[in-house]
């Protein structure tokens, strides 16, 4: 059951607005058994529309068009759907009625533009059974085309209420659909790749890897013909992941790692302090990203200049002269101190080069030594991340945070990355 998206609209491919819709479409039709073989963004260009839609319609049993409904001059999706299947426009009297009944409720004077919504190609069915929505669909040769409007509010709600319901009665796609997502922290795109590249010959199964950067997220599809063989596929596939890379994986689907940390804290009924000097307070500002985070995090604490660190972490003068801030010795000293400060369970520093500038060659820019304190001791490790300044400071915020996930759930005081020094 092949099909294709168009997306209409100069804002689109202008880069002023960005393309959600296409985005929704395709994760959500994937899901009830639909693969979408094309994606395409145009112009509000007659012609092109036209051209597409013909190409779209000659070779996939389906097609969804968004935007272009509108009541504006410059909306001319349903000029184009009417050209492209040889069908002349014609007002529909409902859709009328209904936007004469919403000017009514709403006490709007009357503009003759909005009637331009009621002009729809010949045989198209409204989507809606009475709200003043744009939003339509055409059976055409054996084909189904849907023409939906570009509001992402109102596109999510006819794509999901109208159009799948739509689609799995008159086109169904007679397999079964299990999808996961697994969020990996701490090893390499290509070495998970490695790991599961032999289960990618299984005719039923479709891997993806997908860097987001500290993060490596594998999405995992499994389609069958039936419920029992999909689930007994996916089971294998599940536990094949989970024994492969166990500790490194995060979480699933929409979890968020500061997400994790916070429901395994507040489990343990203990708390967090972290200080900060190269990330400038990004590590806190992913924690109080979570709502209730106030139950489990006590302070944040960015001591960027050695006057901070000494002043507020206590850490000895002596040392950074010593060491330099950039230390074993000075991680340390931070997460201790600022667990000792704040009197609580766990303490994270973190002190690094993010560059541009500030490396040199026994601490090239990158290095970032990360501390982690609790009662049974204080310890930390020395980190080299690639990238630019903003991926530096990610890598190191992120680092920090499974860190203190991987000891939560499993005890691990010095976990293994694959970019430790």
């Not at 010795?329 to 667990?339: D, I, T």
Request: hydrophobic share 40%.
């Amino acid at each position: 059951m092949n099909g294709a998206i168009l997306a209409v609209g100069n804002e689109l491919v202008q880069g002023r607005v960005f393309n959600t819709n296409s985005f929704l479409a395709a994760r959500e039709l994937l899901l009830h058994g639909y693969e979408v073989r094309e994606i395409l963004t145009v112009p509000d260009d007659l012609s092109l529309i036209e051209a597409r839609l013909r190409d779209f319609l000659s070779r996939y049993l389906f097609c969804l068009v968004s935007g272009g409904l509108g009541p504006t001059t410059d909306d001319i999706t349903n000029e184009a759907v009417a050209r492209a299947l040889g069908k002349p426009l014609v007002t529909n009297e409902e859709m009328v009625r209904r936007i004469k009944e919403r000017e009514r409720a709403q006490n709007l004077p009357h503009n003759p533009l909005r009637l331009r919504m009621a002009e729809l190609p010949e045989g198209a069915r409204l989507l809606t059974n009475t709200r003043a929505m744009a939003g339509y669909y055409l059976e055409f040769e054996g084909k189904l085309l849907f023409c939906l409007p570009g509001v992402p509010q109102e596109f999510e709600y006819l794509l999901k209420k109208k159009v799948l319901p739509l689609l799995e009665e008159k086109l169904p796609a007679g397999v079964v659909v299990i999808s996961r997502l697994y969020k990996i922290f701490g090893l390499r795109e290509a070495d998970i790749n490695l790991k599961l590249k032999d289960l990618e010959k299984m005719p039923e199964v479709t891997i993806g890897y997908y860097p987001v950067l500290p993060e490596i997220h594998v999405s995992v599809l499994v389609k069958a013909s039936s419920k029992e063989r999909a689930e007994e596929v996916f089971s294998q596939i599940d536990e094949t992941i989970q024994a492969a890379f166990g500790p490194y994986i995060f979480g699933l689907e929409e979890d968020l790692l500061e997400a994790v940390i916070g429901r395994l804290l507040v489990e343990r009924k203990e708390t967090l302090a972290v200080a900060e000097s190269c990330t400038g307070g990004l590590i806190a500002s992913r924690i109080t990203r979570v709502p209730g985070s106030s139950a489990y995090f006590e302070r944040g604490v960015v001591t960027y200049s050695n006057e901070a660190k000494k002043e507020l972490l206590g850490v000895p003068e002596e040392i950074l002269a010593t060491y330099g801030a950039v230390s074993e010795p000075v991680a340390l000293a931070m997460a201790e101190g600022v667990r000792r400060l704040s009197r609580t369970d766990y303490g994270l520093s973190v002190t690094g080069i993010a560059g541009p500038t500030g490396g040199t060659p026994e601490k090239p820019v990158g290095t970032v030594w990360i501390g982690f304190s609790c009662k049974e001791a204080t310890v930390a490790r020395c980190f080299r991340f690639p990238g630019d300044r903003h991926l530096v400071q990610d890598y190191a915020a992120g680092t920090a945070l499974d860190w203190l996930r991987r000891y939560l759930h499993y005890g691990t005081l010095v976990p293994g990355y694959q970019f430790a020094c």
